[in-house]
């Protein structure tokens, strides 16, 4: 079975965030493909399946099966594109919320992902034990979204991953104006087995809607702060967003079971 790794949202490998993906002429089993996320080891590990004109697909932590991922989407299209002789210039995906597509741009690839609207919540001491800050405000969606003032202040976040992992939230993004981009994150998951995922795509359907009202415009450029650090060019769209970046090839392989 062919699997590939790719780094997303980076135009160098060893960048961005890498996933693992893996096409399938049919599907295995949830066991089996969560026992492949696991021997990945990576944040995510991407499946699907051709059916007719779409791609069924589906994404892995090493701990779970979870309901939307941004950069491994990227890295599937990418595949799709750039392996498979794929000729066409836009690509459909299924999965559980409905449908994601995914357009070549040349250089860049452009994610049409749903918008996720947020509400304020209460900022507990464990948001600040979890953090090691108090944010400045706290909002809440699938995830919780904790907002700073400044770029310096998601930079020097030193998080307890053990009191995280006892938040009532699949993950945690920490987001600040950015320096030299519109607007900076990290995302921290323990409980989905990542204490810190590299570039979050899915964060972003909840991000980029934020920092367009707080900031007024609907093109916004963002940075995911990571050791590996990601580049995101965005677009607010009303009820969609769009996450637009570029993907490199790490590795080709087989796996054998």
């Known amino acids: ?20 993906i893996c096409p399938l002429e049919n599907w295995l089993s949830d066991e089996k493909m969560q026992q492949i996320s ?46 498979l002789g794929y000729e066409k210039n836009d690509i459909t995906f299924q999965y559980g919320g409905g449908l994601l597509s995914v357009i070549n741009q040349g250089e860049l690839l452009a994610m049409d992902f749903p918008a996720v609207q947020s509400s304020s919540t209460e900022i507990t001491d464990q948001i600040g034990l979890s953090l090691g800050k108090k944010p400045l405000s706290l909002y809440k969606a699938r995830d919780l979204m904790a907002v700073f003032e400044s770029e310096s202040d998601i930079v020097s976040l030193e998080p307890n991953f053990a009191e ?12 600040a104006p950015g320096d030299s981009v519109d607007f900076v994150s990290r995302f921290f998951a323990p409980r989905a087995g990542i204490n810190e995922d ?13 920092w367009a009202r707080r900031l007024g415009k609907s093109k916004l450029e963002a940075l995911q702060l990571s050791k590996r650090i990601g580049s995101l060019s965005c677009e607010f769209k009303g009820e969609r967003v769009e996450i637009a970046g570029k993907a490199v090839t790490y590795l080709i392989g087989e796996i054998n079971i």
């Open 1 to 20: 079975m062919k699997i590939y790794q790719v780094d997303a949202f980076t135009d160098h490998v060893f960048g961005g965030n890498p996933a693992a």
């Open 198 to 210: 590299p570039v979050t795509g899915s964060a972003h359907c909840m991000l980029i809607p934020f």
């Open 164 to 175: 995280m992992a006892k938040l009532n939230c699949l993950g945690i993004i920490a987001t």
């Open 38 to 83: 696991m021997e990945n080891n990576l944040s995510e590990t991407a499946f699907f399946v051709q059916e007719n004109e779409q791609f069924h697909i589906r994404w892995f932590t090493p701990e779970m099966e979870i309901d939307l991922c941004g950069h491994a989407t990227l890295a599937s299209a990418h595949v799709i594109f750039n392996h």
